[in-house]
T-cell receptor, first 110, second 114 residues
Framework: KQEVTQIPAALSVPEGENLVLNCSFT??????LQWFRQDPGKGLTSLLL?????REQTSGRLNASLDKSSGRSTLYIAASQPGDSATYLC?????????FGQGTILTVHP | NAGVTQTPKFRILKIGQSMTLQCTQD?????MYWYRQDPGMGLKLIYY???????DKGEVPNGYNVSRSTTEDFPLRLELAAPSQTSVYFC?????????????FGPGTRLTVL
């Protein structure tokens, strides 16, 4: 059974800092890995999707990497802003299903 | 495109009542999913469908039923509601199973069972 773990569970940083969120998974036979953002009381917004054959994807200040063989992904956020405060979820795709981690709660204070 | 829409946004049920959560997508996606999210937790898969007329159980199907009569709609039925079903329910869809296909999520239905 696939298990996805996200570390840390919570992170608080001052504005402007670069930060890394970690995601690990136990079964490397995945189709892709997706990073989502969830604001309090809201739905999920897709940030980045990395296919199993890819090593990284970038969108603006976000960069996600994937090391499928070791079962790890990182989400790098550059020059963090208070508007980045949210819960970040990673999810891996197998046989049409997504398995989610429990998320990292990020707080960026001015 | 409206994407994935869900109704209602909020609902309070009494123990033993039943209800249907509605989900519609206008992207002509084959795959649709229902997840639940408990406080401080990730999402858990309840049921999914790979096309009209085809459904299958996910990780936590007990107490729920689904149907998929059209490509667009994937309603989730709660029979005999229990307090353990208090949660936020998300519907999602994706075009295909392969690598580049993102899952798109609806805004969620917040359900409380008292």
């Amino acid at each position: 059974k696939q298990e996805v773990t996200q570390i840390p569970a919570a992170l608080s940083v001052p504005e402007g800092e670069n930060l890394v969120l970690n995601c690990s998974f136990t079964d490397s036979a995945i189709y892709n890995l997706q990073w989502f953002r969830q604001d309090p009381g809201k739905g999920l917004t897709s940030l980045l999707l990395i296919q199993s054959s890819q090593r990284e994807q970038t969108s603006g200040r976000l960069n996600a990497s994937l090391d499928k063989s070791s079962g790890r992904s990182t989400l790098y956020i550059a020059a963090s802003q208070p508007g980045d405060s949210a819960t970040y979820l990673c999810a891996v795709r197998q046989l049409g299903k997504l398995t989610f981690g429990q998320g990292t709660i990020l707080t960026v204070h001015p | 495109n409206a994407g994935v829409t869900q109704t209602p946004k909020f609902r309070i049920l009494k123990i033993g009542q039943s209800m249907t959560l509605q989900c519609t997508q206008d992207m002509n996606h084959n795959y649709m999913y229902w997840y639940r999210q408990d406080p401080g937790m990730g999402l858990k898969l309840i049921y999914y469908s790979v096309g009209a007329g085809i459904t299958d159980k996910g990780e936590v199907p007990n107490g729920y039923n689904v149907s998929r009569s059209t490509t667009e709609d994937f309603p989730l039925r709660l029979e005999l509601a229990a307090p353990s079903q208090t949660s936020v329910y998300f519907c999602a869809s994706t075009r295909g199973q392969g690598g580049p296909n993102e899952q798109f999520f609806g805004p969620g239905t917040r359900l409380t069972v008292l």
